[in-house]
C-alpha cells in the first residue's frame, strides 16, 4: 500500500521499485516533462497509476487542466501546512482552491476524467468531509500523523537536532497502533457525517455544495443589502 514518490531524473534505475507497486507519485516540472516521464514509468509497469503532486500556487487552475488534458490520472495538490495557497501575497484557503479547481473541471466536462487528492491545513475528522464537499476526491495528512505519534510539533528537526520524545526509536506496533486508532476514529466521525445526511457513500458526497453553509456566502446575503461594498469580514 505504500506510494513511493520518485526522485527527479531518470526512472530507469527505479524499475525494481516501480515494477513492485501499484502506485507512484511523481514531483511536477512541466506538463511536456511529466508526460515524457509518465511514458517511461508505464513502460516498465504498464498497469501502475501515477500520480503528480503540485504546489496549490496562483497557477495551479490551468497546470491542472493541462495536466487532465495530457491524460494524467491522479493529481496531489498541496497548499502549506495552515491550508494556504503558495506564492501568493493574497493566499486563498484550500477550501477555495479545492471548490474553483473542481468547478472548473465540472463546467469544463472534464471532472470525471481525473482523481484529485488535496492536502496541507487538513487537521480534523471534520476537514475530510469539508473538502469532499468542496470537490476533493480525497484528501492527505501529515501532522496529525506525527501527533498521533506523540511528536510536539516543537520543530526540532533538522540536522543534528534531537528530537524530545525521540519518535525516531518508537516500537513499529506501537506507532502502528496508534495511526490505526486516529484513523478509525476519522472514520467514525465522517459515518457520522454521512449518516446525517442520509448517504452511505463517501462519493456521493463530492461537490455536494448545497449540503453546506459558507460564511461568506451567508455574509454577502445577510450584509450585502445593508452595506454599499461587499463585506469581507464581520
Known amino acids: 500500500y505504500l506510494v513511493p514518490l520518485l526522485p527527479s531524473g531518470e526512472v ?4 525494481p521499485i516501480i515494477s513492485r507497486v501499484r502506485m507512484v507519485q511523481i514531483a511536477f516540472t512541466s506538463t511536456a516533462e511529466v508526460e515524457e516521464k ?9 498497469g501502475v497509476v ?5 504546489m496549490l500556487d ?3 487552475e490551468e497546470n491542472v ?5 495530457a491524460g494524467i490520472e491522479v493529481l496531489h495538490l498541496l497548499a502549506d501546512e495552515k491550508g494556504h495557497e503558495h506564492k501568493s501575497s493574497s493566499p486563498l ?4 482552491l479545492i471548490r474553483s479547481i473542481h468547478l472548473r473541471l465540472v463546467q469544463q466536462g472534464k471532472r470525471d476524467g481525473l482523481s484529485l487528492i ?3 491545513g487538513i487537521a480534523m475528522a471534520e476537514h475530510v468531509a469539508k473538502a469532499v464537499i468542496c470537490g476533493a476526491d480525497t484528501v492527505s495528512i501529515s501532522i496529525p500523523l506525527l501527533l498521533a505519534l506523540e511528536c510536539r510539533l516543537c520543530g526540532r528537526c533538522g540536522p543534528g537536532m534531537k528530537c524530545p520524545v525521540e519518535v525516531e526509536k518508537i516500537k513499529p506496533n506501537w506507532g502502528r497502533q496508534r495511526i490505526t486508532n486516529l484513523m478509525t476514529a476519522w472514520h467514525g466521525q465522517l459515518l457520522e457525517v454521512l449518516g446525517a445526511m442520509g448517504l452511505r457513500d463517501v462519493r456521493r458526497l463530492r461537490g455536494e455544495v448545497g449540503r453546506a453553509i459558507f460564511l461568506e ?7 450585502g443589502q445593508i452595506f454599499a461594498e461587499p463585506v469581507k469580514k464581520v
Open 12 to 15: 530507469s534505475g527505479l524499475a
Open 38 to 46: 509518465v511514458r517511461a514509468i508505464k513502460k516498465i509497469n504498464p
Open 50 to 54: 501515477v500520480s503528480v503532486r503540485l
Open 58 to 60: 496562483p497557477l495551479s
Open 65 to 69: 487542466v493541462a495536466l487532465e488534458e
Open 93 to 96: 484557503y484550500i477550501k477555495d
Open 118 to 120: 488535496f492536502g496541507g
Open 217 to 223: 456566502e451567508i455574509e454577502r446575503e445577510t450584509f
